[in-house]
């Protein structure tokens, strides 16, 4: 069973947030506080192949799932899996043919076209060939890819993306997608906007396909639950930290 369907089986709603600051004690204290699931973002903040395996093995210590939102090459895909993450979010993906590319770079054949090695998620080879074929298919079943829908574009190829083997989860970059179809931003209530939100959810219903999405915090994210998403990912270590500086400061300058 894939980490997605892992989570939601557990908690009924899990709850991931994001790590943009790189730091160890942010994503311990993440975990600390009970989040489901962290996930580090290499899209938009400067995180290299290394941290990005330092803090998948602190997160293993801390015990919160984590996942890796990579960049828009595939190149990291195949690595990040490797140290050790539980799954990658591949962001602005518009075509079947993207999604299948992703697929490829992170399941081994028959699903995709990952090569095999020795690396960290086989515990380095050191458990000889069989331990790491074993590895290899835990791997295809329980590191989960999940696609990042966030443009027209996307909505457009949907029923490509939908249907592709080895594709775990779909997950809805809201401000992306806000952009993109040139509608006011998730908070400001476009019914256009809404409408297209409802139709992927769906579609994902009807496929089975486990779908998530992002919210700034937790006012949205109950509502996307209760609108029946699988799971919501909510907030950033630096909006929390941001969020309750404010709160506190301003306590003390008024
Ligand atoms: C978006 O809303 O565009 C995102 O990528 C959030 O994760
Ligand atoms: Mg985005």
Known sequence: MNQINKLIDRTDQAVGTFLCSR???????????????????????MVNPETIERLVTAAESADVVPFVRVQENVDLVQRTLDCGAKGIIAPMINSGEEAREIVNAAKFPPIGKRGVGNPRSTNYGVGGAEYMDKCYEHQNENQAVIIQIETKEALENLPDIIGIEGLDSLF?????????????????GSQIFEDKINEVLEKCKKKEVPVGIFSWGSKEANERVHQGFDYVICGADVIFLANSAKEELTKIRD
Do not use: K, Y
Request: charged fraction near 20%; aromatic fraction near 10%.
């Open 23 to 45: 730091s160890q004690a942010a994503l311990e204290v993440l975990a600390g506080v009970g989040f489901d699931f962290v996930v580090i973002d290499a899209e938009h903040f």
């Open 172 to 188: 809805i970059g809201p401000w992306d997608l806000s952009h993109s179809l040139d509608q006011p931003g998730p908070d400001e």
